[in-house]
């Protein structure tokens, strides 16, 4: 099941900078925040070294350093 939200164009943008990957819904990218902001309220330690680790893999992805499904399936014999 789905609904609709309206979205100031700033948010939706912002958003969109978030994403990870082009095919990547907004759903998916909204529950990537939820569960960072739950990480946040119960380990901000945690919550730090989470949001780091996400920087360095969107820096990664955007200069295409990154493994296919396919490529990592051969990669791991599977």
Do not use: F, N, W
């Not at 943008?13 to 990957?21: I, N, R, T, V």
């Not at 949001?51 to 396919?70: D, H, N, P, S």
């Amino acid at each position: 099941m789905t609904t609709t939200i309206k979205l100031h164009i700033a948010t939706k943008s912002a958003l969109d900078g978030y994403k990870e990957a082009v095919g990547e819904s907004y759903d998916e990218v909204i529950k990537k925040l939820i569960y960072i902001a739950k990480v946040a309220r119960h380990d901000p330690k945690l919550s730090k070294e989470t949001v780091i680790q996400i920087e360095k893999a969107r820096t990664r992805l955007k200069k295409g350093q990154y493994l296919t499904e396919a490529q990592a399936k051969k990669k791991l014999g599977l």
